[in-house]
């Protein structure tokens, strides 16, 4: 049923986009894909589907018939950041890593759609701002989601425990580090940085983010392949929304296009997916099997044989 809302909601924004049709097209259409895409995270996370969209759409209207500038700013950053929310809720485990790329893309692409659906509600912004506020909401989100399907805290473990607590650090330290950079930098080190991306948009049409290459991809894919042997991979997918909450903004900020925007993901991705890969093998040699024959290949076989951990398929409830 969400997934024909989405359809319809996605028809509204493309008539505004192309000017086919009245703009209210587009904010209407963005009211529809937000409500669609609540009501799929209700859905998946086992809450309360109907109630929660019924709501979004409500608020939604209450938005497009107010016309104010700071409701509709609000309204772009809840659908931008439920966006990023369901695009890590929406992948599924898996045990070979080519299949955690595909999880990786198809969670930019969820994204990337409900980026597209706040554009619809016209905001007036500051790129950084909104940015920063669609990850702390996205990242508030999905601890509530990720508390329950994680078992709670105490599902963690000690490693586990370790693990994300190092990562928040990280994640953190590293975004008042570019903020401070951004703000207070010397001269010369901005020049050299903007000067470098002006380099990579002319030769290779963009560059990779440091938050989707560092922290966003090799958590969504390590947290994805955890998940096929311990729920607490979930955990790990938290921060996940480091990569699809700045898909969730891309369409708002002005000047970066199109084919910027994508490349400059792709680029991340494969960054990413080469630290995933050594984090990875590093799980493996400390907590896999050590059975099932001699050598890297059967103990990889062995692994992958004993990854039998079932969920629910991606549009179907996790609780």
Not at 174 to 200: H, V
Not at 284 to 310: F, I, K
């Amino acid at each position: 049923m969400w997934l024909v809302a989405l359809a319809v909601g996605l028809v509204g924004l493309a008539v505004s986009a192309f000017d086919l049709g009245p703009q209210i097209f587009g904010a209407l259409g963005a009211v529809v894909v937000g409500t669609a895409y609540t009501f799929a995270l209700a859905h998946r996370t086992g809450g309360r589907p109907l109630i929660f969209g019924s709501l979004a759409g409500v608020a939604g209207l209450v938005v497009v018939l107010v016309d104010n500038e700071a409701l509709r700013t609000g309204a772009a950053v809840l659908v931008a950041s439920v966006a990023a929310v369901l695009a890590v809720m929406a992948t599924v485990p898996s045990r070979r890593f080519p299949k955690t790329i595909r999880e990786a893309f198809i969670a930019v692409g969820i994204a990337a759609l409900g980026s597209f659906a706040a554009l619809g509600f016209e905001p007036v912004v500051m790129v950084s701002r909104f940015e920063y506020a669609t990850l702390a909401c996205s990242l508030a989100i999905a601890f509530f989601a990720v508390y329950r399907l994680g078992a709670g805290l105490h599902g963690l473990g000690r490693r586990g425990a370790i693990v994300v607590g190092i990562g928040g650090l990280m994640l953190a330290l590293t975004l008042i580090y570019a903020e401070m950079l951004r703000r207070y930098g010397s001269t010369g080190l901005i020049d050299s940085i903007d000067e470098m991306q002006r380099w990579c948009r002319l030769h290779i049409g963009g560059y990779p983010h440091p938050i989707q290459a560092l922290f966003g991809v090799p958590a969504l894919v390590w947290g994805t392949h955890m998940r096929s042997r311990r729920r607490q991979g979930w955990w790990v997918c938290l921060f996940g929304v480091a990569l699809t909450a700045p898909v969730a903004s891309t369409f708002l900020n002005p000047d970066v296009g199109l084919a910027e925007a994508g490349l400059s993901v792709v680029y991340s991705i494969l960054v990413g997916l080469v630290i995933a890969f050594v984090i990875i093998r590093i799980d493996l040699a400390l907590t896999g099997s050590t059975a099932g024959g001699s050598g890297r290949r059967a103990a990889r076989e062995a692994d992958e044989a004993s990854a039998v951990r079932p969920e629910p398929g991606r549009t179907h409830a996790l609780l």
